[in-house]
Nanobody, 129 residues
């Protein structure tokens, strides 16, 4: 059983910052399954990969957030963070963290949402001018 709880969303002005966190609770911890990813979604659009980090520390970002967002995880891999700076109106979305119980590694980009079986409930980020 894997449970994810993501928090930290809110309303900020353009140029502001937020930090999202995702607590991951697992009954078992198979090797290679650490890390996770952040996605975001607005109504009527597909879920977009924002950032991913695997158990080995590899990191990838979506093109729209490179240089502004930073993903990290605590050493025991129970919590993911997404530090968001220089927020833009187009960053407004519901943000979700995701994790897997299958061994995985980051390749050239944030994986497809299909790669993850476990999801947080989502936290809303609203950026206004």
């Amino acid at each position: 059983q894997v449970e994810l709880v993501d928090i930290g969303g809110g309303s900020v002005e353009v140029g502001g910052s937020l930090i999202l966190s995702c607590t991951i609770s697992r009954d078992t911890y198979p090797p290679g399954t650490g890390g996770g990813a952040w996605f975001r979604q607005v109504p009527g659009k597909q879920r977009e990969g924002v950032a991913g980090i695997d158990e080995y520390g590899s990191i990838r970002y979506g093109d729209s957030v490179k240089g502004r967002f930073t993903i990290s995880q605590v050493k025991d891999k129970t919590t993911l963070y997404l530090q968001m700076t220089r927020l833009k109106a187009e960053d407004t979305a519901m943000y979700y963290c995701a994790a897997s119980q299958r061994r995985w590694r980051l390749l050239s980009s944030v994986p497809s949402p299909d790669a993850f079986a476990y999801w947080g409930q989502g936290t809303q980020v609203t950026v206004s001018s």
